[in-house]
């Protein structure tokens, strides 16, 4: 599912430089359950928007899927974040003008096929359970129901990589274990190949890989 | 992006920031409203000027003789029937219509008393016409000293409105044509003062024969044989009618100069009125008629030319303001733009991430843009209108008449009304160009984090 080729990304030019990831390869297969750990500013965020095909700035080889991010454009990047992956952010990032239902259909704008997008958004927002929060705003809803309408939303167009960074920074750590669990549960029932972010290794513990990230490079990988 | 989904996610955005976009548009409605408000005047303005006062028809040349001594000397002609004949077979020209002065001295003297009771009773039954009026009428007493041309029938066929314009048989009043531009000034002054009846085509019918005496003059004494007592009859009013004086049929003319002035200034013609095929033949018959020795009339022309400018270029100055206005607007509308998406920069970042491409993200914002630009377009078009109305009500009730008052200050061609709008539209988009594309060339990454 993910090939890393000797990627290397740095900010910045010159004597200013500073080096985010240095030659970095990797592999993972399809339906692992990828932790990324390490401290603030070790390459870990870096990481996972290369994977995402949002940050294009960086040399070596990333094929994702099957797909080498590099060799595409500006659309089919973009389709490729539409249709392969499916983004969770510890902020969720969910749009306060818009309800549940419709945060989770957001990326249907954005996509060529007509999805059912009312009847899908509502499937993916009961796979997350919150069946009866449909209607809801950002607003009235709790911070781990915002983040399992963030999961939903990037479930919504049937992703076969989901990139979570920090998914469970903004929550208690109650909370934190449920939205794990729904994690565990789309990789082990779904198939899906997770990669996310942490600074709670602890949580994870039926992650199949956990990357070890240490100024840009990867300290180790190891099953846990 | 397919249009359904752009518009439905714009509609969405223009909800959240509508107070800001309203504030934004102000601008443009108002520079709009006065551009099409400024246009329409100068439209109005130019479209009396070339109908009613200097009234040009852009296929017809006039055909003079030469008049400088030295070309008189050089071969100057005169029009006569051979030069008609000249005119009609040169290329491009496709109808000729010769003109004759009235060679001999006339007058008439107008008594309203005269006037029979059944013909002011009919004219009592005209509206606007009132009691007060018809003793005005009876108490003119008024002796004319006229000019007269002989114009050709075809010329004014259109105009003519009470009986026909030949010449007439034996006993007969003679069709006389009037200048609109004279009745304008009559109408809108010495009528007005006088309390007289204002003259215009449906009053016509009703204005019984008036004297007119031939070879005669009340202030000359250089008239040699017999007056002619005879009647004229106005059946109509043109703009191709002499000014300050009567037109009538070009063979009464012929008729009257023969016996009056002599063969010769029954054969000689003043000017021709040429007809071409289109305006493009225009230079090329110029040139013909200069090699046959006779010049072209351009004063008319000329002069409604560069009234035409005068008023295109204030027309333009105005407009020229209004268009700024509508620039400093699309400078507000760009800071508006550079604002929300600023505001909406983790927006913008996440939908990058949900596979919106560089494209999706500059139609989105240049829709919205577009959306303010049809909307503010569109009332600014309304308040101009409205504003035109306006004035149009005023003038008509406060202001006096005066000559050539149009009924409309206004005029409005079609293109004003969707012009204004994608006006707007385009002042709108080139407000929000820069800003859609700094959304667009955002790094996805760095917006999702807000920096």
């Not at chain 1, 392969?84 to 306060?96: A, D, K, P, S, Y």
């Not at chain 1, 997350?128 to 809803?141: I, S």
């Not at chain 1, 963030?150 to 990139?163: T, Y």
């Not at chain 2, 496709?94 to 003297?109: E, G, I």
Request: hydrophobic share 45%; charged share 20%; glycine share 8%.
């Amino acid at each position: 599912m993910i090939h890393l080729d000797h990627i290397s990304r740095k900010y910045g030019t010159g004597e200013a430089a500073t080096s985010a990831l240095s030659d970095l390869t990797l592999d993972v297969p399809a339906g692992a359950f990828v932790t990324v750990v390490g401290t603030s500013g070790s390459g870990k965020t870096t990481l996972l928007n290369i994977l995402g095909g949002l940050d294009g700035d960086y040399s070596g080889t990333a094929v994702i899927a099957g797909k080498n991010l590099k060799q595409m454009n500006d659309r089919e990047l973009s389709r490729f974040r539409n249709q392969v992956v499916g983004f969770v952010f510890q902020h969720f990032n969910l749009l306060e003008h818009l309800d549940a239902l419709q945060n989770v259909a957001l990326s249907t704008f954005f996509s060529r096929e007509d999805t059912q997008a009312p009847e899908r958004a509502e499937e993916v927002l009961a796979r997350v359970g919150l069946r009866d929060k449909l209607r809801k705003l950002p607003g009235q809803l709790s911070g781990g129901q915002k983040q399992r309408v963030a999961i939903a939303r990037a479930l919504f167009s049937r992703p076969r990589l989901i990139l979570a960074d920090e998914p469970t920074g903004n929550l208690d750590t109650n909370t934190g274990s449920q939205i794990i669990s729904l994690f565990e549960s789309l990789n082990a029932d779904d198939g899906l190949t997770v990669v996310a972010v942490t600074h709670e290794e602890f949580l994870f513990k039926n992650a199949t890989l956990a990357l070890h990230l240490e100024d840009g490079r990867l300290v180790n990988g190891q099953n846990p | 992006m397919k249009p359904g989904k752009l518009s439905r996610i714009i509609s969405q955005n223009l909800r959240r920031n509508r107070k800001n976009l309203i504030f934004s548009s102000v601008g443009i409605v108002v520079g709009i409203s006065s551009f099409f408000f400024f246009i329409a005047l100068g439209n109005g303005i130019k479209h009396t000027v070339a109908k009613e006062i200097f009234p040009v028809d852009a296929n017809r040349i006039q055909v003079v003789p030469r008049t400088a001594q030295f070309d008189a000397l050089a071969g100057g002609r005169i029009i006569d029937d051979e030069a008609l004949r000249q005119f009609e077979e040169t290329s491009g020209v496709k109808a000729v219509y010769p003109r004759m002065q009235l060679a001999c001295l006339a007058s008439s003297r107008m008594d309203g008393r005269l006037i029979p009771a059944a013909a002011l009773s009919m004219i009592a039954k005209i509206p606007g016409i009132n009691p007060r009026m018809l003793g005005a009428v009876k108490d003119v007493r008024m002796w004319l000293e006229i000019m007269g041309n002989g114009i050709d029938p075809r010329l004014v066929q259109d105009d003519v409105v009470a009986g026909r314009f030949a010449d007439p048989g034996p006993g007969q009043p003679i069709p006389v044509m009037l200048s609109r531009r004279m009745i304008e000034i009559y109408n809108t002054s010495f009528a007005q003062a006088r309390n007289l009846p204002k003259i215009n085509e449906m009053l016509l019918p009703f204005i019984p024969p008036l004297p007119l005496t031939l070879n005669h003059s009340f202030i000359s004494h250089h008239v040699k044989g017999q007056a002619l007592q005879t009647r004229m009859r106005v059946v109509g009013l043109s703009h191709h009618a002499i000014m300050g004086g009567i037109s009538i049929p070009l063979e009464t003319v012929k008729k009257y100069n023969r016996m009056f002035a002599g063969k010769r200034a029954a054969r000689e013609y003043d000017a021709a009125i040429l007809e071409v095929e289109s305006s493009d033949w225009l230079g090329p018959v110029q040139e013909s008629i200069g090699k046959l020795g006779f010049d072209i009339d351009l004063s008319e022309r000329r002069m409604a030319e560069s009234v035409g400018l005068i008023v295109t270029l204030v027309t333009l100055g105005f407009s020229l303001i209004s268009l700024i206005i509508v620039g400093i607007a699309a400078v507000n509308i760009a800071h508006t733009f550079f604002m929300i998406i600023y505001e909406r920069k983790r927006e913008i970042g996440l939908m990058r991430a949900l596979g919106a491409s560089r494209t999706d993200i500059r139609a989105i914002i240049l829709g919205e843009a577009t959306f303010v630009g049809v909307v503010g377009g569109t009332l600014g078009m309304g308040l101009g209108v409205a504003a035109c109305l306006l004035l149009d009500l005023f003038v008509v009730k406060v202001l006096p008449d005066f000559p050539f008052k149009p009924d409309s200050f206004f005029a409005y061609p079609a293109w004003l009304f969707y012009g204004s709008v994608l006006f707007a539209v385009a002042f709108c988009i080139l407000g929000a160009f820069f800003p859609a594309r700094r959304a667009a060339a955002m790094d996805p990454s760095a917006a999702l984090t807000g920096r």
